[in-house]
């Protein structure tokens, strides 16, 4: 809420109707295309765009999925440190374990409705978060009289403001694992899927909004990235009663963390695949042609990248607000979008094409500006 309640909100609420409206535009865009030529998103492009379509789902996917599984590896190390009372210099042990025994295993399946149980596991544990931070609001609320800690604002402009916009555009980004999910629906249908998009953006609104409202209200202008990380021991001294509470849902948030990287992982994996099949027979090849071999490698070896980046990268708002700005801007903005209206007859210029064309127009300021402004708070804040 670094923009302020008011304006945080609305903000939020913004995005997320983006988004719905987005994923509406990329289901459409599939079902014209055919289903044997949209599995997945670059096969959506290759069939729209050929090989420029290719290229741009596959950069848009390995540069956000990168980032993405960097940050979660980051948040998930930050909060099991924070529960054993680990240093900073020894968070790499616990970043290194998780890998091994929880995410490789789970990052080895072929077929991402195999990771049903780690997803419905994840929302119950975010499910869990959420209530405790509600709770715990609550609570302290009553205790001081009502009173709301100092320095919270409608609206709130300064230069950190810019990751609350990256930060927002890549938590509602869910477009990464639309067309594996809706390829593996039984009975598809786009009606079907549809109404699943509705209720997963309408869930994650309102677990955002809760978290989001109730640690501003609580901690003002010093609310963490993180806001289980604002429950101090020094917080904990004060309220003992949230003890035991505040470290299942540390734990909670881990688990769930752990169990949405699999899932983070598959459509990254994909394209990273695709690209390697293509460099090795010379022509476009699914991903899904790989063979066990190649398909557990890549799996290693991404894994291993991605967690020297996550050991060594200082903060998580690096990699959220630089995909945000521009995997964020092309996943939810111009690429639904354009493929939408490659695969649309008649004229451009129509009534019909006015959402799709402002779509692409305000991907393209989102991304430049949000890409600008995010690299340079970066360079301000550690160089």
């Not at 929880?102 to 978060?129: H, Q």
């Not at 801007?329 to 799709?356: D, K």
């Amino acid at each position: 809420m670094r923009l302020g309640w008011l304006l945080g909100n609305a903000i939020m609420l913004a995005i997320a109707l983006i988004t719905r409206y987005s994923v509406q535009l990329l289901l459409s865009a599939s079902d014209r295309a055919g289903q044997n030529c949209a599995k997945t998103y670059e096969s959506l492009g290759h069939f729209t765009m050929g090989a420029a379509g290719t290229r741009l789902a596959e950069f848009t996917f390995i540069f956000g999925g990168f980032g993405t599984l960097v940050s979660y590896l980051i948040f998930t190390t930050d909060l099991c440190a924070a529960v054993l009372s680990v240093g900073a210099k020894d968070k790499w042990m616990i970043t290194v374990f998780t890998v091994i025994a929880v995410v490789f295993p789970l990052s080895l399946s072929r077929r991402i409705g195999k990771l049903w149980l780690s997803s419905v596991l994840a929302i119950l544990s975010i499910g869990y978060v959420v209530a405790f931070v509600f709770v715990a609001f609550l609570s302290v609320y009553n205790e001081d009289g009502g009173v709301i800690a100092s320095g919270v604002q409608a609206v709130r402009l300064d230069p950190g403001s810019v990751y609350t916009v990256t930060l927002l555009i890549s938590a509602f980004a869910c477009h990464n694992t639309a067309l594996p999910v809706y390829e593996e629906l039984k009975d598809r249908s786009l009606a079907k899927m549809n109404r699943a998009v509705v209720g997963a953006v309408g869930v994650a609104f309102v677990l955002y909004e809760i978290i989001a409202l109730c640690g501003y209200l609580q901690f003002g202008a010093d609310t963490k990235d993180n806001i289980l990380l604002n429950f101090s021991p020094e917080y904990v001294q004060k309220h003992q009663s949230i003890a035991l509470p505040l470290l299942a849902g540390q734990l909670c948030m881990a688990l769930a963390l752990l169990l949405t990287t699999p899932i983070a992982m598959w459509p990254f994996r994909s394209c990273v695949l695709s690209v390697y099949l293509r460099v090795k027979n010379g022509v476009q090849t699914p991903s899904h042609e790989a063979s066990y071999k190649e398909y557990a490698g890549v799996t290693v070896l991404s894994l291993a990248l991605i967690l020297l980046c996550s050991i060594f990268v200082p903060s998580v708002k690096i990699p959220l607000s630089i995909v945000g700005s521009v995997s964020g801007s092309l996943l939810i903005f111009i690429m639904p979008a354009l493929f939408f209206l490659l695969q649309s007859p008649g004229p451009l210029l129509t009534r019909e094409h006015t959402g799709p064309l402002l779509m692409i127009a305000t991907g393209i300021v989102v991304g430049v500006l949000g890409l600008s402004l995010t690299l340079y708070k970066l360079a301000h804040e550690y160089f």
